[in-house]
């Protein structure tokens, strides 16, 4: 694999926790008529993983040992899920991917990038073809995670100056890889940002189409 497989589309959503990114995945999902699935998690052995990496406390692991937990699940994750819908030809739109690896534990957690990247290309070698970051403020994003009260809080539970580092790296990111990464901003009506992120993912669903 050389960061790119077949036929079909590869879509992901990153943002930091609270960001609304979950809402506009599957509202585009089903714009598109896509097949959506989400990080960690997406495939049944990876789902169990999830729960390893966000439940419980804070300091449960090390930001060493979740690249190699977020690494584990993306594999089964792209084994099961993701290459067979890519190979069948489809959209497929994910809800976090790799970049998400890249700035929790690359950047936000430890300074780790070299790490995450060598992980990355021995173990997963494949890059969304269009990446969606929701820039949504860290302050009413951390709230309305926190809100949530779902008991999967662990990333939020490092508090806003971590979520504050997280957005830094992701919009880091967008400039590192401009061809694929499009920055969304979160603080609007999820209306107004679906209608933006249709209209961009069609935009290139049509290039691919006629290039
Ligand atoms: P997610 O279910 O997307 O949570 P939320 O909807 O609150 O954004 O992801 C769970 C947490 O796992 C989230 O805090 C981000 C974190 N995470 C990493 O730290 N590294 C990763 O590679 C991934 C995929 C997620």
Redesign the pocket.
Known sequence: MNGKCCAGFFITFEGI???G??TQARQLAETLGARLT???GGSPGAEQIRRL??EGEAGRWSAET?ILL?TAARRDHLEKTILPALEAGGVIVS????D??RI??GVA?ATLRDTVDRLHALMIAQEPDLTFVIDTDPKVALER?LGRGSG?D???SFGVDFQERLRAGFLALAEEYPDRVRVIDGNRAPTAIAAEVAALARDALARRDHG
Do not use: H, I, M, N
Not at 95 to 98: G, H, L, V
């Open positions: 926790d609270g960001s990114k979950s989400r990080e960690p990496l966000v979740e977020f809800d976090r991917f790799a998400s690896t929790y534990q957690r995670g999967e662990r990333f939020e």
